[in-house]
């Protein structure tokens, strides 16, 4: 093999498995430490600058970076990343003067944002400290789209959404709240230099059925969640089907329990391990005694005497149809009684306000064609991002997504190629303090993941606005810390001043070190000190030695970060280097030269 390029960012990058994993790569490891410090406002604004909701995604996340937590290969369960989150955004002080405003002097250009949602106001938040006059356009009341309209207050209290909310309309834009943009063309004719849509998904699917529309009793999910948050709907029947098996059923289960349902039930068609709901979600509803029934398949609505009385499902079993592909086969039917059903089986985009001739595009779903590097779609100067781009996702891919159009808008509006982007970069810095000594803790803590406290049952079903979760306790909060393995200390290797005493790989507890006859990849993984199974990751490997010509290699799969290596290393070919991914937003763009920017 080639010796490793670790000064390509994304060679260090992939090691912090978390933050590769987020899609807005938010320096987990770095503000884990902030908190473990005490540092807790220090550590907000840091999640801050990638991700602009701390309080709300400490939350609501769907935490793509746990599954990928590396201390999930050192035992079951990951580092609790989002509680940790939320700790931070708890305990910060006050952050209102340190975030940057619009300057007294704007730039001249005009931004209309559609929606005030977690997309938009990430454009918001990146646009208005460059000068831009941004106005938004929100059909609701209130601002926060699906975040306010569809996550239960039980989950996310609206004064957690407010305050974080607040701080990026407060930079200096313009919202105009109940105020729907019923033509795209009309809009655009007031002369604004780029729109950005980011209307989200809003409708959710119906169940075409027989009896779907012999009574009232059928609900859709967002919809009817957005009818909950919004105090339209204030009960519901004692026994409550809900149709379904994402994130959606299981705030429609819950809300069900709070508004007067007695038994309620989520019917899924699928087997537990292929349902889309998150497992602590999951978990959360069956704690409230909500009954999970899985493989049945809805056939038909039951109304007698215009009254719903059930549901007909099939009873399947899957099987594999030898294509890879799984296919269900009826075993019997049952029906189940019910006074309300609510359907939570997807959700859609709707554009029926943007006329069909001003040259947006849209595929064979009704979706407009977006580019996926700069976010515009087929008419210059209208962008699109988070759901209403590409179809549902989650809160932290539309910020990603916000973060990214709005640094095309800047460019569109400043007359520069939006394809020519700064890269990212990396710092590295050495953590050593003296010869045994590192600035950051690398003793391997045994302790398990720390369990989010929660409301007593009897207490949560009083009303909506009981926020179930009540968040980690210090003394919680000091242990979880001490779980995260510090992937962002990077075990940094100088072959040229390797003697090969294979002190290192004595003292290595997870034998991811082998100095061995250089040789090509696939051959080479499987005569290290373990075999290097997992492909996905990296296997480091160095300049020829000096003494033998051996290479040192490394199984970036099995380090653990604990920094023995360089403990013991007599001649320091060894280091312990703090890795710092740097992002570019749009601020870097604007003040970045242009002779400075990769294509």
């Given at each position: 093999m080639k010796p490793t390029d670790t000064s390509d960012p994304d060679y260090f990058h992939k090691v912090v498995d978390c933050q590769w994993a987020c899609p807005a790569h938010t320096n987990v490891p770095e503000y884990i430490r902030l908190i473990a410090q005490g540092r807790y406002t220090d550590a907000y604004l840091l999640n801050r600058e990638s991700n602009v909701f701390p309080g709300i995604l400490g939350r609501v996340c769907d935490r793509p970076c746990e599954p990928a937590c590396r201390r999930a290969r050192v035992e079951d369960k990951p580092v609790a990343i989002c509680r940790l989150k939320r700790v931070a955004a708890d305990l910060s002080d006050e952050v209102a003067d340190q975030l940057p405003r619009r300057p007294a002097q704007g730039n001249g250009k005009r931004v209309a944002l559609i929606g005030a949602g977690c997309a938009s106001l990430t454009v918001a938040n990146d646009l208005l400290p460059l000068g831009y006059e941004v106005v938004i356009y929100e059909k609701l009341g209130e601002t926060g789209g699906l975040m306010r309209s569809n996550i239960p207050r039980f989950r996310l209290p609206p004064e957690i959404l407010d305050t974080e909310i607040n701080a990026i309309v407060e930079m200096g834009a313009e919202l105009r709240l109940n105020a729907p943009v019923e033509s795209l063309k009309g809009l655009l004719d007031e002369g604004f230099d780029a729109v950005f849509v980011g209307t989200g998904a809003p409708h959710g699917k119906n169940l075409e059925l027989p009896g779907r529309y012999d009574t009232d009793r059928i609900h859709i999910g967002i919809a009817w969640l957005e009818s909950v948050a919004f105090q339209h709907i204030e009960s519901i029947g004692e026994k409550v089907l809900i149709i379904g098996g994402g994130n959606t059923a299981m705030d429609c289960c819950r809300s069900s329990l709070r508004l007067g349902g007695k038994d309620v039930k989520v019917m899924a068609r699928k087997p537990r391990h292929l349902l889309k709901a998150s497992d602590w979600e999951l978990e959360d509803a069956e704690e409230e005694q909500v009954e999970l029934l899985l493989n049945h398949s809805p056939e038909e609505f039951i109304?007698?005497?215009?009254?719903?009385?059930?549901?007909?499902?099939?009873?399947?079993?899957?099987?594999?149809?030898?294509?890879?592909?799984?296919?269900?086969?009826?075993?019997?039917?049952?029906?189940?009684?019910?006074?309300?059903?609510?359907?939570?089986?997807?959700?859609?985009n709707a554009f029926p306000w943007i006329e069909r001739d001003m040259g947006i595009e849209f595929d064979e779903w009704n979706v407009p064609v977006?580019?996926?590097?700069?976010?515009?779609?087929?008419?210059?100067?209208?962008?699109?991002?988070?759901?209403?781009?590409?179809?549902?996702?989650?809160?932290?891919?539309?910020?990603?997504?916000?973060?990214?159009?709005?640094?095309?808008?800047?460019?569109?509006?400043?007359?520069?190629?939006?394809?020519?982007?700064?890269?990212?970069?990396?710092?590295?810095?050495?953590?050593?303090?003296?010869?045994?000594?590192?600035?950051?803790?690398?003793?391997?803590?045994?302790?398990?993941?720390?369990?989010?406290?929660?409301?007593?049952?009897?207490?949560?079903?009083?009303?909506?606005?009981?926020?179930?979760?009540?968040?980690?306790?210090?003394?919680?909060?000091?242990?979880?810390?001490?779980?995260?393995?510090?992937?962002?200390?990077?075990?940094?290797?100088?072959?040229?001043?390797?003697?090969?005493?294979?002190?290192?790989?004595?003292?290595?507890?997870?034998?991811?070190?082998?100095?061995?006859?250089?040789?090509?990849?696939?051959?080479?993984?499987?005569?290290?000190?373990?075999?290097?199974?997992?492909?996905?990751?990296?296997?480091?490997?160095?300049?020829?030695?000096?003494?033998?010509?051996?290479?040192?290699v490394k199984d970036e799969n099995l380090c653990v970060h604990c920094g023995l290596c360089a403990e013991r290393c007599p001649t320091a070919a060894w280091d312990m280097q703090k890795s710092e991914l740097i992002i570019p937003y749009a601020t870097d763009e604007a003040q970045c030269p242009k002779e400075q920017k990769a294509g």
């Amino acid at each position: 093999m080639k010796p490793t390029d670790t000064s390509d960012p994304d060679y260090f990058h992939k090691v912090v498995d978390c933050q590769w994993a987020c899609p807005a790569h938010t320096n987990v490891p770095e503000y884990i430490r902030l908190i473990a410090q005490g540092r807790y406002t220090d550590a907000y604004l840091l999640n801050r600058e990638s991700n602009v909701f701390p309080g709300i995604l400490g939350r609501v996340c769907d935490r793509p970076c746990e599954p990928a937590c590396r201390r999930a290969r050192v035992e079951d369960k990951p580092v609790a990343i989002c509680r940790l989150k939320r700790v931070a955004a708890d305990l910060s002080d006050e952050v209102a003067d340190q975030l940057p405003r619009r300057p007294a002097q704007g730039n001249g250009k005009r931004v209309a944002l559609i929606g005030a949602g977690c997309a938009s106001l990430t454009v918001a938040n990146d646009l208005l400290p460059l000068g831009y006059e941004v106005v938004i356009y929100e059909k609701l009341g209130e601002t926060g789209g699906l975040m306010r309209s569809n996550i239960p207050r039980f989950r996310l209290p609206p004064e957690i959404l407010d305050t974080e909310i607040n701080a990026i309309v407060e930079m200096g834009a313009e919202l105009r709240l109940n105020a729907p943009v019923e033509s795209l063309k009309g809009l655009l004719d007031e002369g604004f230099d780029a729109v950005f849509v980011g209307t989200g998904a809003p409708h959710g699917k119906n169940l075409e059925l027989p009896g779907r529309y012999d009574t009232d009793r059928i609900h859709i999910g967002i919809a009817w969640l957005e009818s909950v948050a919004f105090q339209h709907i204030e009960s519901i029947g004692e026994k409550v089907l809900i149709i379904g098996g994402g994130n959606t059923a299981m705030d429609c289960c819950r809300s069900s329990l709070r508004l007067g349902g007695k038994d309620v039930k989520v019917m899924a068609r699928k087997p537990r391990h292929l349902l889309k709901a998150s497992d602590w979600e999951l978990e959360d509803a069956e704690e409230e005694q909500v009954e999970l029934l899985l493989n049945h398949s809805p056939e038909e609505f039951i109304v007698e005497d215009g009254r719903l009385t059930g549901m007909k499902f099939a009873r399947v079993e899957w099987h594999d149809d030898g294509s890879g592909r799984l296919k269900a086969k009826t075993l019997d039917h049952v029906v189940i009684p019910c006074d309300d059903v609510i359907l939570a089986i997807g959700q859609e985009n709707a554009f029926p306000w943007i006329e069909r001739d001003m040259g947006i595009e849209f595929d064979e779903w009704n979706v407009p064609v977006v580019d996926k590097n700069t976010f515009e779609s087929t008419r210059p100067g209208v962008f699109f991002g988070g759901d209403s781009a590409f179809g549902p996702k989650n809160i932290i891919w539309a910020v990603e997504h916000g973060h990214q159009a709005a640094i095309s808008i800047h460019k569109y509006c400043q007359g520069e190629s939006m394809t020519e982007r700064l890269p990212y970069g990396m710092n590295l810095a050495s953590t050593k303090m003296s010869i045994h000594e590192w600035s950051y803790s690398n003793d391997f803590d045994p302790a398990e993941r720390r369990l989010m406290p929660h409301v007593s049952l009897k207490e949560r079903f009083k009303n909506l606005d009981i926020e179930v979760e009540l968040g980690f306790s210090y003394e919680q909060t000091l242990t979880e810390v001490e779980r995260c393995l510090n992937c962002d200390i990077q075990t940094v290797f100088a072959a040229k001043l390797c003697i090969e005493c294979d002190a290192c790989i004595d003292i290595c507890p997870v034998d991811c070190l082998t100095i061995t006859q250089n040789g090509a990849e696939q051959e080479l993984r499987t005569r290290l000190s373990a075999p290097a199974e997992n492909t996905s990751q990296d296997l480091y490997v160095s300049e020829d030695l000096p003494h033998t010509g051996r290479v040192m290699v490394k199984d970036e799969n099995l380090c653990v970060h604990c920094g023995l290596c360089a403990e013991r290393c007599p001649t320091a070919a060894w280091d312990m280097q703090k890795s710092e991914l740097i992002i570019p937003y749009a601020t870097d763009e604007a003040q970045c030269p242009k002779e400075q920017k990769a294509g």
